[in-house]
């Protein structure tokens, strides 16, 4: 198990940028923020909010809920927690109507 903060996080993103054909400076400018955040993010220095890590992911071309998921298992494994995180939906129950 990693214990080095967010490195699955860092990969994912430094994959998605490559995969999309940005540099850090064109990714930064799509995401409002600076290279050397992006910089940061990709090598695991600079951590990112849940809300920034979905925003990342749709504007990169990501799945927002394989980044979200990533995210809090880096987390866990930080703390040296293990953990099976799932942000699978959740199927709809309907319960039946009263006097039905």
Not at 46 to 51: A, C, K, N, V, W
Request: glycine letters at 8%.
């Amino acid at each position: 198990m990693s214990r080095e903060p967010l490195t699955r996080v860092a990969r994912e993103v430094a994959r998605l940028r490559a995969e999309c054909g940005l540099t850090q400076a064109r990714a930064a400018a799509l995401l409002n923020v600076t290279s050397s955040n992006v910089s940061g993010v990709e090598l695991g220095t600079r951590r990112l909010s849940l809300e920034r890590v979905y925003h990342w992911a749709v504007v990169l071309g990501g799945d927002p809920r394989e980044l979200v998921e990533m995210l809090l298992q880096d987390r866990l494994d930080a703390r040296g927690l293990e953990f099976i995180v799932s942000v699978e939906p959740r199927a709809e129950r309907r319960l039946p109507r009263r006097g039905a």
